[in-house]
């Protein structure tokens, strides 16, 4: 069954959200297209699906992976500051190696003024993950 890459990349983006893994979970059914969400934290309430009982099944659910699944966490900082800010490489891998590290990363790129080039330099390898990812798994695409 076809699904648009828009609420794949939608799924994947509330699944990336939080601190802890498995926080929040999101489930491609296969054979009808339909995501199933699922969170922990009262805060997303509407995000509650009711899970069918065979959600397990991976044959015919698909988990959506988050940002660490697909290596957009810290590998992605790393090979942005390798290609864009080399200086910084080295402070960069240090930020890293902290809790905090993505807002002092953030605060880093502000201040040498590649905010905007981190995000859209962010946005395409996600696309780019996160489409290889549903080739990978068979997931045919609308968009």
């Known amino acids: 069954m076809p699904v648009s890459f828009r609420e794949i990349l939608d799924a994947f ?13 999101a489930f491609l059914c296969r054979q009808t297209g339909k995501i199933f969400w699922r969170s ?3 805060d997303f309430d509407e995000f ?12 015919k659910y698909q988990e959506i992976p988050d940002k660490r699944e697909l ?5 992605l900082a790393l090979d942005f500051a390798c290609q864009v800010l080399p200086k910084d490489f080295d402070e960069v891998r ?12 953030k605060q880093l790129l502000a201040r040498r003024g590649v905010l905007d080039q ?4 962010e946005q395409k390898a996600t696309e780019h993950a996160l489409r290889e990812w549903c080739e990978i798994n068979s997931i045919e695409l609308t968009d």
């Open 13 to 25: 983006q509330f699944v990336s959200v939080g601190g802890g893994f498995g926080e929040h979970q």
């Open 40 to 42: 922990e934290l009262s």
């Open 48 to 59: 509650k699906d009711e899970l069918p009982d065979d959600i397990e099944d991976g044959e």
């Open 71 to 75: 290596d957009l966490g810290k590998p």
């Open 94 to 105: 240090r930020l890293f190696g902290h809790r905090g590290a993505y807002a002092s990363f």
């Open 118 to 121: 981190w995000y859209d330099f």
